[in-house]
């Protein structure tokens, strides 16, 4: 298989401890992003890499996250105190694409991996 | 205000007949696309169809076709002959040009779920 990939599936918690999920992408993306869905809603993004560059972070990723892409193959996710309302799926994505400032491409396709589904109890 | 809207919760279809997904989009770049995504049960988002600002033409994939209206900023997704495994969450999403860092990123509506029945 080699589409996205994340571990765990799921995971389920108790409030303070601290988790860490996996994303390996598709082998030749150079885009890597993290998203997080709750019920009912959207995914919301916050954070891509491109190659082992953490190049933008949204608002909602709080100082209890952090994300890291250390050789721009896969990535982690980790969660340090973890609250209830962290309890959502968090679901990874990746791109090819064309790298700076000199192309910008708005029509490439990110493929998403099936997410960790966190529960938070 | 929301970038994407997607104002119907949920939608019913009997297999065989066409649906419609509708979708409004709210920007001020020139340049963004659209993509609409399903996500089944499993979770995984799967795409769909694309619709770039400057494209002339509705997109078309399969069964999936792209009701595109620039003025009016909104991009419907069109299913041709519902099947039952079409009955999933869809979302519609946008990805703009940021001028000021020029990274973009996807932005998702909220979904409509559509049940097709037999």
């Known amino acids: 298989d080699t589409g996205v990939s994340q571990d765990p599936r799921h995971k389920i918690t108790k409030r303070g401890q601290n988790v860490t999920f996996r994303c390996d992408p598709i082998?030749?993306?150079?885009?890597l992003y993290w998203y997080r869905q709750t019920l009912g809603q959207g995914p919301e993004f916050l954070t891509y890499f491109q190659n082992e560059a953490q190049l933008e972070k949204s608002r909602l990723l709080s100082d209890r996250f952090s994300a890291e892409r250390p050789k721009g193959s896969f990535s982690t996710l980790e969660i340090q105190r973890t609250e209830q309302g962290d309890s959502a799926m968090y679901l990874c994505?990746?791109?090819?694409?064309?790298?700076?400032?000199?192309?910008?491409?708005?029509?490439?396709?990110?493929?998403f991996g099936q997410g960790t589904r966190l529960t938070v109890v | 205000a929301q970038k994407i809207t997607q104002t119907q919760p949920g939608m019913f279809v009997q297999e065989k007949e066409a649906v419609t997904l509708d979708c409004t989009y709210d920007?001020?770049?020139?340049?963004?696309?659209l993509f609409w995504y399903k996500q089944p049960s499993s979770g995984e988002m799967i795409f769909l169809i694309y619709q770039g600002s400057y494209d002339q033409q509705n997109a078309t994939e399969g069964r999936y076709s792209l009701n595109f209206q620039k003025a009016r900023k909104s991009a419907n997704l069109v299913i041709s002959a519902s099947q039952l495994g079409d009955s999933a969450m869809y979302f519609c999403a946008m990805r703009e040009v940021r001028m000021n860092s020029g990274y973009s990123t996807l932005t998702f509506g909220k979904g409509t779920m559509l049940l097709v029945s037999p």
């Open positions: 082998s030749e993306h150079n885009r």
């Open positions: 920007t001020s770049d020139p340049s963004y696309g």
């Open positions: 994505a990746s791109s090819l694409e064309g790298g700076d400032y000199e192309i910008l491409t708005v029509n490439t396709e990110a493929f």
